[in-house]
């Protein structure tokens, strides 16, 4: 068994006090997060009630694939994942997370296998790694057929598709919907992915965003520049269905990019999706900063998390966007009992399935580092690779008085992945959710699975009351679309948003104002 390093935080159970096991094995090594130690929950929470009542978001992470970010616990006899591929395992978490007012199902996605732990995909695939794992796209139009507001959060890449039809895609995915689709826009890490689209090998990191860019400047032109509102007339009397006076070209020469012609679709209820990027390098932030509405981050400490969002705002002010105008997730994991020691005896079996291959595969390949090379104990070095550079950073420079073991890792991103994993009763995990909040400025969190749906249930049934009893959590969904349930202003984005200056009507607006002063 891994060994494991315990904080101990005690919280009231009925009258006694009993100790809730956070996942702290490791957390000094960005800093010490600083708990209340030996305060009641109840106090706790009296407290934090006191100083805010600031609305926690919650996405539930998932991935078309067999474990997620919990490598082994699919031989858990209670566990669904490897029923990836059947509808009824979508639709039962659709209606489960709407029962729950999550604000979507944020749907992860690799193109490519994990290879780079002993130069063979091998191990992947024997531990189900994120392979199988199937396309996300499909899998959103049933779940918004059995649902009324939940979002659904599609990651795609863009390094491996053109935007030309992957526009159509998402205006078609906006329609069925009626307007409750995002996007995580990512520039794919995985060298086997790229190597199986010809290309000799994956394009250097700061390169891909300024691909990413122009990427985006298409998408914009097309989904909100090409057709004007009011461009469809849907006249019977005169058949006529479309105004073609109102329906313009792009005529967009780029450096990467070259797309003549108009959009294939009609306006979709927010024609574009809201936005999602998960980069947390220098140049993925600031990409964020640029052009996301939400922002998935993977930070392990509270320290670490609230200078991430410090310079994600920041950034986005020097953009010239509003700072709170961008909700910031962080990944975490929670497992939930109705006492603390129910979910730390939950906790205790959940680890008896994690496969330690398997979290060496997902961390070779987050890297870019064969830990296969290095004995359990052997001590990480630093090296420059080309996949996911922020986490190479997080591990290996941000405390260079701490010297981490390949163990360490693996048993840190057994259960969850890079995110933390808190333990404990719906009042212990309520607390520590509201205090990373309130000492980060974070908006919420990405919550991977142990086990699934049990650990998503045991959120619904357990922790969103709670969070509902203090009110931090929504008690009913705003209508409309996923921006507005979001944001809760209109369902297009907006100035100064980069992409709303694409429509016409907006740049008509600009022109009269030029010609004004």
Not at 72 to 97: C, F, I, M, N, T
Not at 474 to 501: N, V
Request: aromatic share 10%; charged share 25%; hydrophobic share 40%.
């Amino acid at each position: 068994m891994p060994l494991t390093w315990r904080r101990k935080r005690y919280s009231r159970s009925g009258s006694r006090r009993t100790p809730d096991v956070l996942r702290t094995e490791f957390l000094s090594f960005f800093s010490l997060i600083h708990f209340a130690a030996c305060a009641p929950a109840t106090g706790r929470a009296m407290e934090i009630a006191m100083s805010s009542q600031r609305e926690i978001r919650l996405n539930a992470f998932d991935m078309n694939c067999v474990g997620h970010q919990s490598p082994g616990l699919w031989a858990h006899p209670r566990d669904r994942s490897w029923q990836y591929k059947d509808l009824e395992y979508w639709v039962d978490l659709a209606r489960l997370l709407e029962r729950g007012k999550f604000d979507g199902l944020f749907i992860a996605d690799v193109l490519g296998i994990y290879d780079v732990l002993n130069g063979s995909g091998d191990a992947a695939i024997r531990q189900a790694t994120q392979v199988p794992v199937n396309d996300p796209l499909a899998l959103i139009t049933p779940m918004a057929l059995v649902t009324e507001h939940l979002g659904f959060g599609l990651t795609a890449s863009l390094s491996f598709e053109h935007p030309y039809p992957f526009a159509r895609r998402l205006s078609t995915l906006d329609h069925l919907t009626k307007g409750r689709v995002g996007w995580n826009i990512v520039t794919s890490y995985l060298e086997s992915g790229a190597r199986n689209i010809g290309q000799q090998t994956q394009t250097d990191h700061d390169t891909r965003y300024d691909y990413a860019d122009e990427y985006l400047q298409v998408i914009y032109k097309l989904l909100e520049g090409s057709w004007e509102d009011g461009a469809v007339l849907r006249d019977r009397e005169r058949k006529i269905f479309s105004d073609p006076r109102k329906i313009h070209p792009i005529n967009h020469q780029g450096q990467f990019f070259s797309v003549p012609g108009i959009h294939l679709c009609e306006p979709s209820p927010q024609r574009t999706p809201v936005l999602y990027q998960a980069g947390a390098s220098s140049r993925g932030k600031q990409f964020a900063a640029g052009h996301a509405e939400c922002v998935f981050v993977a930070a392990p400490s509270k320290v670490l998390l609230k200078k991430t969002v410090a310079d994600i705002r920041r950034r986005a002010v020097e953009a010239g966007r509003d700072p709170h105008s961008i909700l910031i997730f962080n990944l975490q994991t929670v497992i939930v009992g109705d006492t603390d020691r129910e979910a730390q005896a939950k906790w205790q079996e959940y680890k008896q399935y994690v496969s330690y291959e398997g979290a060496l595969a997902l961390l070779s390949g987050w890297t870019g580092i064969d830990f296969g090379q290095y004995q359990p104990d052997q001590v990480l070095k630093y090296l420059h690779t080309n996949a996911i550079q922020s986490a190479v950073e997080a591990f290996s420079t941000a405390d260079p008085n701490r010297q981490w073991t390949v163990q360490a890792l693996a048993d840190w991103a057994g259960i969850g992945g890079f995110g933390p994993l808190v333990v404990g009763s719906a009042q212990t995990v309520a607390d520590e959710l509201q205090s990373w909040v309130e000492e980060t400025d974070v908006d919420g969190f990405n919550l991977a699975y142990a086990v699934t749906h049990e650990t998503f249930r045991d959120v619904v049934e357990l922790l969103v009351p709670e969070l509902q009893k203090r009110g931090v959590f929504k008690q009913e969904y705003r209508e409309g679309t996923l921006r507005e349930k979001l944001f809760g202003a209109g369902p297009r984005l907006a100035a100064p948003h980069p992409g709303a200056s694409y429509r016409r009507d907006a740049r008509t607006a600009a022109s009269v104002e030029e010609k004004v002063t």
